[in-house]
């Protein structure tokens, strides 16, 4: 009844300036999820996973950078789905959230992004994915460090402490329980390595050594998180640690 009543709006102004902006925001994504000859870079493992999975593939993403990766370079097209623990900030969500969604969706592809920290916490529950017989496919973002706690300790100044991770080839772990497993520690076997996981009947575990140092970078950054990065790096230099500042710059600046 109101429908009558509504006067239509022409002016695009408002929307071109939006779509412009999505533009620009979206090349300076894509543009850090190009192929690297140097390190495997998580933002292009994550478009990656995106391109091979299939169309109405059902996503899990652990608490941390995975979820940052997963939420700018999935790309949905309202038959995938993607699980999180957005609201509870849990770690360790994505392995066991995958097992749920594969019982429930048994016909569709699931693929858990887990970090390393991340499926570290519930590794007890990787045997169920053996006693259940489910196919679900686990890629981890192992990069030796919980990355999202290391990067709010360097925006708030302060030396990484307690967030350091040891260097776990989880796919002999994988291997050991039954589990197809795959390393990657090239970037140019990326590719390769999801296609060939994707395509098994069954579980299947891509452990993935990506950049430590990769900074999940807002799209504003405010003043007191400058200043606070600056004061790490100087902590860092005047503490022996130099060669954390230099590896941040290679990975985020000199790539």
């Known amino acids: 009844a109101l429908l009558p009543l509504v006067e239509e709006k022409n002016n695009r102004k408002f929307l071109d300036k939006a779509l412009e902006h999505y533009r620009d925001a979206r090349k300076g994504l894509d543009d850090l999820a190009k192929l690297s000859d ?19 593939a059902i996503f899990t993403c652990d608490v941390g950078t995975p979820t940052v990766w997963a939420a700018r370079y999935l790309k949905m097209n309202g038959k995938r789905r993607l699980l999180g623990s957005f609201n509870h900030g849990s770690m360790a969500n994505a ?18 992004m887990c970090g390393d920290g ?13 006693q259940m017989k489910l196919p679900i496919k686990i890629v ?29 080839n989880f796919a002999r772990i994988a291997e050991a329980c039954g589990i197809t497993g795959i390393r990657v520690e090239k970037a140019a076997d990326v590719d390769g390595a999801l296609q060939r996981a994707f395509s098994i009947d069954g579980p299947v575990l891509v452990d993935v050594v990506v950049a430590k140092e990769e900074l999940a970078i807002p799209p504003q950054i405010k003043l007191e998180q400058a200043k606070g990065f600056s004061l790490y790096m100087l902590r860092a230099i005047i503490s022996g640690r130099g060669d954390e500042v230099i590896e941040l710059a290679k990975t985020n600046w000199l790539r």
């Open 118 to 130: 991340g499926f570290s916490m519930l590794m007890g529950d990787f045997l169920s994915v053996v």
């Open 38 to 56: 140097k390190a495997i870079h998580p933002q292009y493992l994550a478009q990656q996973i995106s391109h091979f999975a299939a169309d109405d």
């Open 95 to 112: 392995m066991p959230q995958a097992l749920g969604a594969q019982a429930t969706a048994p016909g569709r592809q699931v693929i858990a």
């Open 140 to 168: 981890v973002f192992n990069n030796s460090v919980l990355g999202f706690v290391a990067m709010e300790m360097k925006a708030g100044g302060y030396l990484t402490d307690g967030t350091e991770l040891h260097d776990t």
